[in-house]
């Protein structure tokens, strides 16, 4: 159970706090604009941190300008640096690197070997300490404290009754995690001031080294299965994983790690994180859509593309009418039905419907609106008519008029 508070930047997590929605930009962080314009891109999908590498020293330069761009902009989203091998370096000979930043992500896996690594980590550590930003040590999978494997392997091999050579791997990210914790309070880094991760690709395996450090962790955990792959199979492997142990309440913040297609914007991520922790219902960013996946009684296509054309049009106007001070309209729940069997009930139960006739239908369909028959649409653009009424809908229910 997550005993702290983390403050960064604008936006809190652990604790009582809802949890937040987290992605990582792809670009060359060195080149300022395309950064800064994936950051904002991000962000206005709904990502709450955003994340991008910082592997050398012209990406450590480039930071506080994208930071500025950014903030330029009116977008306060936190900005986390990604640091791996050279860390120590980076933030050593570049503090406005370090000052742009609210967060650092630091893994005590490839920080070096024997005392370099103490030094090395604790050199991060003091100057992230210092400037009162927070760290997040995530340990990964593909590049565990290999000193650290060797020792539980070796003290494993000695018991009576050892465990697995796959048990001790997963212990020893969970021990990772925790012993570089542990390091960095000694080292002057407060305990509301870390988040700690521990990534593996494998769904139970995952399960298990985060039920190891909800045992016994009172940091604030970030989730996310790493590597979990292209399109429908690693939304499907996310949404397993994180939704477990979200429903456990272990989990502060999380990333969906997609591998996006040639050319297919990063926001996809984050919308698919957005909806788990919708599903689940511990946030809620979006208003509901509900649509039936059709059968032998809808022989047309005309309500899935309308349900298509309804969701496309929700998720691009949600951060206009955030921007215009709408209220309450995440909680707007929207049907498009394909037939008369459940068209009609659940028409009437959302807060705007549409339900088609079904077999044989012409381009006709029944509109409720807060559960009541308001009128019968027509005519060959009925998505576009359907979209006009949502749309005045929430001007009516949602805008700053309705709210004063």
Known sequence: MTAYSVRIGNICIGKDAPVAVQSMANTCTAHVDETAAQVLELARAGSELVRFTVKDEDD???????????REAG?????????????????????????????????????????????????MVELIAKAGKVARIGVNAGSIDKELLAKLLEENKQLANPATDKEIFLRTMAESAMSSAKMAEKYGL?????????????????????????????????????EAGVGMKGVISSAVALG????????????????????????????????????????????????CPGCGRTSSQLFQSIALEVGKYLRERV??????????????????????????????????????????????????????????????????????????????KYSSRSNS
């Open 60 to 70: 450590a330069k480039a930071v506080p300008y994208i930071r500025d761009k950014v």
């Open 244 to 291: 477990i142990l979200l429903h456990e309440g272990i989990g502060n913040t999380i990333r969906v790690s997609l591998t996006p297609k040639p050319g297919e914007s990063r926001t996809q991520e984050v919308y698919a994180a957005q909806e788990i922790l919708q599903s689940l219902g511990l946030r809620q960013f979006l208003p509901q859509v509900v649509s």
């Open 75 to 123: 977008c306060q989203v936190p900005l986390i640096g990604d640091f791996h091998y050279n860390g120590h370096l980076l933030l050593s000979r570049y503090p406005d690197c370090l000052q742009a930043l609210d967060k650092l992500r630091i893994n005590p896996g490839n920080v070096g070997a024997g005392q370099h690594h103490d030094d090395n980590f604790r050199t």
């Open 190 to 226: 407060a305990p509301d001031h870390i988040v700690l991760s521990a990534k593996i690709s494998n769904v139970p395996d995952l399960l298990s080294v985060y039920h190891d450090l909800n045992k016994r962790c009172p940091y604030a955990l970030h989730l996310g299965l790493t």
């Open 319 to 396: 951060p206009i009418w955030k921007e215009k001070g709408f209220k309450g309209y995440s909680q707007l729940k929207v049907a498009v039905m394909g037939c008369i069997v459940n068209g009609p009930g659940e028409g009437k139960d959302a807060n705007i419907g549409l339900s088609l006739p079904g077999r044989g239908e012409s381009p006709r369909a029944l509109l409720f609106v807060d559960g009541h028959h308001e009128a019968t649409l027509d005519g060959d653009n009925l998505a576009g008519q359907f979209i006009e009424r949502i749309e005045h809908y929430a001007e009516l």
